[in-house]
């Protein structure tokens, strides 16, 4: 790659894997992350505001309760994360401080970037502490998270609190220093990536999954993040973090894997409908509504084949190509129930069916985001207003 500077970015997001924080025998890597505060505090220093995505709670309060390697129940761990956070939080201000840095705590969980109020609400206190001087440390909060309500990994959080704040570069600190062609730990030949201009279908199919035991992310959820950020105009890196002073390490020319942003990102109010991490349904359509919708109409019912999930009006559904291919997201006009009756038919035809006047398309333009890639051509169930 050609010379690369961390100067021209002015809010950057860093996340920061479970392992790269927790020894699993001796709890907190205190060097390790003061090395990092420093990193931080040059950024600072050189005019960035800095948002901080910390993993950890759950490793570092296990770590400190004694619970061993062994799996925890759900319990076990939402009390592993009530002891690690205070001591998490705790480090954080200690190291932050050394630098001059002031620091903030904010624990979400997924309603809280899911839900448009809230995310509203979330954005706002995020976006008073950076105005304060104070760096944000934002983790999920695994206290009251369950498998059916958290996001499950921290590197689309980061992506999700990165595209809410307008950050304009993630950073990702990983176990690995970036993508390659395949997992090089079990291909010796594996190509490394230094820049990935768009993440297609072949560079997610070099993904493999999640290798470390603290750690529930992988380069899976990584290109998940990616696809997020870059969607919504952020630069993200991949790289190193297992050295010291990881950020400065970017800034010397170690490796790393750069994910250039879209040069149409989604902005404002799209980008909290194309970050959406678990839409609450998905549309399958026919070919002539992926056309329709790449040449920026709305979906009509009539383009819509197989409805999925229970999803009520205005929630975020995913629409399917035949194929079975993510090709945008959006919010529904209608509930799943009245979606199953009229999917198909003409518009002419949905009064009839629902015995009132309804909504003549499924998801109008203005609350649809294109987030995959198809031919663009000729429409068929398209609706201009």
Do not use: C
Request: without cysteine; glycine residues 10%.
């Amino acid at each position: 790659m050609t010379s690369f500077s961390l100067r021209k970015y002015r809010r950057i997001t860093i996340k920061i894997g479970s392992a790269l924080l927790v020894d699993r025998a001796r709890g907190l890597k205190r060097d390790w992350l003061d090395s990092l505060a420093a990193d931080i505090g040059e950024l600072a220093d050189n005019g960035a505001e800095v948002l901080v995505v910390s993993s950890g709670a759950i490793a570092l309060g296990r770590t400190i309760l004694g619970l061993g390697r062994r799996a925890l129940k759900l319990e076990e761990s939402q009390a592993a994360a009530a002891v690690g956070q205070i001591a998490l939080a705790g480090a954080w201000s200690d190291a932050l401080a050394g630098n001059g840095l002031k620091s903030g705590q904010i624990l979400l969980t997924l309603g809280d970037t899911e839900e448009r109020r809230r995310y509203l609400n979330a954005r706002a206190t995020i976006s008073t502490l950076v105005k304060m001087k104070a760096v944000p440390v934002i983790n999920e909060n695994d206290t009251v998270a369950t498998s059916e309500i958290r996001y499950g990994d921290n590197d689309r959080l980061a992506a999700r609190v990165a595209t809410m704040m307008g950050a304009d570069l993630l950073i990702l600190l990983s176990d690995i220093d970036g993508l390659y062609s395949a997992p090089p730990a079990r291909d010796p030949n594996a190509e490394f990536l230094p820049v990935v201009e768009r993440i297609t279908p072949e560079i997610e199919a070099m993904a493999g999954a999640a290798a470390s035991e603290l750690s529930r992310g992988g380069m899976r959820t990584k290109l998940d993040a990616g696809k997020i950020a870059t969607g919504a105009g952020t630069a993200m890196i991949i790289a190193a973090g297992t050295r010291l002073s990881p950020i400065l390490a970017i800034e010397r020319g170690e490796r790393f894997t750069l994910f250039r942003p879209s040069a149409h990102p989604v902005k404002g109010y799209k980008t909290w409908i194309a970050g959406q991490l678990e839409p609450a349904g998905r549309l399958t359509v026919d070919d002539g509504a992926v056309r329709a919708l790449m040449s920026g109409k709305s979906l009509l019912p009539a383009g819509v084949k197989l409805v999925s999930g229970n999803f009520a009006r205005g929630d975020t559904v995913a629409i399917l190509s035949p194929e079975g291919r993510e090709v945008a997201r959006g919010l529904v006009a209608y509930d799943a129930a009245d979606a199953v009756r009229v999917a198909g038919l003409k518009t002419a035809e949905i009064e009839t069916v629902l015995g009132y006047e309804a909504r003549s398309a499924m998801i109008h333009r203005d609350d649809l985001v294109i987030t995959g890639h198809a031919p663009e051509k000729e429409a068929d169930h398209a609706e201009s207003a």
